[in-house]
């Protein structure tokens, strides 16, 4: 089902998945850990819509600064139809979970 997805989403047609940031707000946390909240822009298979991100951050020993953070979305939202398998016998949901991170070093 994953090569379903994948051709759904059009990713062999450069259908990479982007998110603009406009505006972020951090919030610090204790022992170099702090929460990054940033409203923007994602692009799925070519359709941009407005969303809040969350990341979870912490500086590391080295000064890396790593985030991690996940957002479920619909793919109907991005005018993705749901993929199917087998004429239709096999289904997914329109829910999708996004997984992200970044690490980021001075």
Do not use: H, W
């Amino acid at each position: 089902m994953d090569s379903k997805a994948y051709d759904a989403m059009k990713a062999k047609d450069g259908g990479n998945i982007t998110f603009t940031a406009t505006a972020s707000t951090i919030t610090p946390g204790a022992d170099g850990a702090f929460q990054v909240k940033s409203d923007g822009n994602l692009t799925i298979a070519g359709v941009t819509k407005p969303v809040v991100l969350l990341a979870a951050c912490e500086v590391k020993a080295d000064g890396m600064v790593s985030c991690k953070g996940t957002n479920t979305l619909k793919m109907s939202d991005y005018q993705i139809k749901p993929p199917t398998y087998m004429l239709g016998a096999l289904r997914t949901g329109n829910k999708l979970t996004i997984a992200f991170s970044m690490n980021v070093m001075k």
